[in-house]
């Protein structure tokens, strides 16, 4: 039997190249190696202020993104988490087995309580809802970036606090990291991960930015200093990041850039990475902006939510027997 895979990205804002590298792109690698489900964080996405209307697009946006990238509906489950109420009622419980400690000290809740002008509850229970997500299905694996290893680190310990008190419930998942590019950083400041919320449009390179924009953004892409292709995370954070972008979209390995480039400079190898960037997206673009407005999309998550709620239902009625709240 093939193991169980989930992943999901949030509707907030434009998918750029950190979920593409970090998530997106791994989910399509490994998509025949898995039984996946992969889901629209929506009830993720509210735990900051939204646009409805935008929330709105933006789910099926992503929607029509994880198909142009190549994540094929009928292979794997795609939906929505909003369509699944179960989501939210294995979230209650999980509240009650989440220390408050725990949740406070995620990395996440402290970097965006710090934006927010409003710190809601959903926010700095997020993980919480996020694990039930995970647990929901058995998941075995969770691919996504490095900055989401702590929330997994908390499922994982939820998990193994109820099949302590209760018995064997849920599978234990674990981290699934990318090939290369856990953390892809911004092209603007390269100490901080790129990111939706990226006040500097220039730091973020989107699905949807025209092969112009990708020019633009790697010229004025900041460098360090010296003019070396190296890899050397420390003392060349910038370039160091360009070589894993490079590296994450060609296949190619840090010797062959190194044989490829040395001696050539910064502005060269720019200039090819932004090519590399336009050549990878343009397909996925070409694709994504044919079935972005079918209405097989909707059909299709419609479908996929309801194969998740078949998977799901039969996990809630087992915990809500361990726990006596059945009748
Ligand atoms: P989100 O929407 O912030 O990001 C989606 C995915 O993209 C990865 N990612 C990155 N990877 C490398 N470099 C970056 N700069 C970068 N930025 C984002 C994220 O690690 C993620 O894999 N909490 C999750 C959504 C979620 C989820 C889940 C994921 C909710 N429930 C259950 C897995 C399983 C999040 O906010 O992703």
């Keep these: 039997m093939k193991k169980r895979v989930f992943s999901g990205i949030k509707p907030s804002g434009d998918l750029h190249l950190g979920n593409y590298i970090g998530a997106l792109s791994q989910w399509v690698a490994h998509q025949h ?22 929330l709105q697009e933006q789910t099926k946006s992503i929607a029509a993104w994880y198909i142009a990238a190549g994540i094929n509906p009928d292979e794997s489950i795609m939906f929505v988490q909003s369509d699944n109420p179960d989501h939210t009622y294995l979230g209650w419980i999980l509240n009650c087995f989440t220390g408050i400690g725990q949740l406070g000290r995620m990395t996440q809740y402290k970097d965006k309580k710090e934006k927010t002008e409003f710190v809601s509850v959903g926010l700095f229970d997020y993980p919480a809802l996020m694990a039930a ?9 969770v691919p996504v970036g490095e900055d989401q290893k702590q929330h997994i680190e908390l499922t994982r310990d939820v998990a193994e606090r109820i099949n302590g008190q209760y018995g064997h419930i849920f599978t234990i998942p674990e981290y699934m990291p990318p090939i290369a590019g856990e953390r892809i950083m911004s092209l603007q400041q390269p100490d901080k991960k790129m990111s939706k919320s990226e006040s500097d449009p220039n730091g973020t390179i989107n699905l949807s930015d025209t092969p112009d ?20 995370k420390k003392n060349k954070p910038a370039i160091t990041n360009l070589i894993t972008i490079y590296q994450a979209l060609s296949g190619k390995t840090p010797q062959q850039l190194d044989a490829e480039y040395s001696g050539k400079g910064y502005k060269i190898f720019k200039q090819d990475l932004g090519e590399v960037i336009i050549q990878h997206l343009s397909p996925i673009q070409t694709r994504y902006s044919e079935i972005i407005h079918s209405k097989a999309i909707e059909k299709t ?24 709240i059945s009748q």
Excluded at 38 to 51: E, G, K, M, S
Excluded at 133 to 141: C, V
Excluded at 315 to 324: A, E, L
């Design 301 to 324: 998550l419609t479908n996929g939510a309801n194969k998740a709620k078949e998977i799901s239902t039969t996990k809630i009625q087992q915990v809500r027997n361990v726990i006596g």
């Design 133 to 141: 997500d995970i647990l929901l299905y058995d998941t075995q694996f």
């Design 33 to 54: 190696e898995y039984d996946n489900i992969f889901c629209i964080v929506d009830l993720h996405a509210i735990t900051v202020p939204q646009n409805p209307h935008r």
């Design 213 to 232: 924009q990708i020019r633009e953004k790697l010229r004025i892409a900041v460098t360090d200093s010296g003019n070396e292709i190296i890899i050397d």
